[in-house]
């Protein structure tokens, strides 16, 4: 599995669009970017999946540049609902032991 | 579609009491894993089962746990005389397959809390 390094924290105020970045300089070919967002007492909840270029949902933009050695998740418009952990992890399929790290903890200020 | 469902959400435990964790996938979906969380961590893989088989366990404790997932029913996470080491937070999650980007979804998780 490629090792990941993302922030440990960020803070933000509502309203805001918030840019997390995951390095993520082993990727394999076969891999993808996932994220995970986790609320406190809850399990996590993907939130976006991409391989390569662009990624956009309802929730958020995934953006990969040509090397994938890093990716980006961006959030726009941000309320203090979306206060939570945020994984990035790379594996390339429903099977690996995967293993989140601390993620990165977003703190959303009114 | 009901999601990941796990039950009990909490459940409390004398040390050496048994525990028993259960989870019931997506539907449609036949891969069920498990994790534990601790405080202020990330979820550690622990196993992945299919319809009667254990695929992986290397991520479970060598003693007092155990994982078993019948062609009936859900899965269930066991651990045998429970110590308070074992209070953390398990989180089951599913997935249809394993083709390359076949993500996990996750349950809301059983809090064990040993005494």
């Known amino acids: 599995l490629a090792k990941t390094t993302q922030p440990i924290s960020m803070d933000s105020y509502e309203g805001q669009e918030v840019n997390i970045t995951c390095s993520h300089n082993n990727i394999a070919t076969n891999d993808y970017i996932t994220w995970y967002q986790q609320f406190p007492s809850q399990g996590p909840r993907f939130i976006i999946q991409g391989y390569k270029t662009k990624v956009t949902n309802e929730v958020a933009s995934l953006f990969i540049p040509a090397d994938r050695k890093s990716s980006t998740l961006s959030l726009p418009r941000v309320s203090l609902s979306d206060t939570a952990v945020y994984y990035c992890l790379v594996f390339s399929g429903g099977y690996q032991k995967v293993t989140f790290g601390i993620g990165t903890k977003l703190q959303v200020i009114p | 579609n009901a999601g990941v469902m796990q039950n009990p959400r909490h459940l409390v435990r004398r040390r050496g009491q048994e525990a028993r964790l259960r989870c019931s996938p997506m539907?449609?979906?036949?891969?069920v894993y498990w994790y534990r969380q601790l405080p202020e961590e990330g979820l550690k893989f622990m196993v992945y089962l299919q319809k009667e088989n254990i695929i992986d366990e290397s991520g479970m404790p060598k003693e007092r746990f155990s994982a078993e997932f019948p062609k009936e029913g859900p899965s269930i996470l066991r651990i045998q005389q429970v110590v308070r080491g074992d209070s953390a937070a398990y989180f089951c999650a599913s997935s249809p397959g394993t083709d390359s980007g076949e993500t996990q979804y996750f349950g809301p998780g059983t809090r064990l809390l040993v005494l």
């Open positions: 539907k449609g979906h036949s891969h």
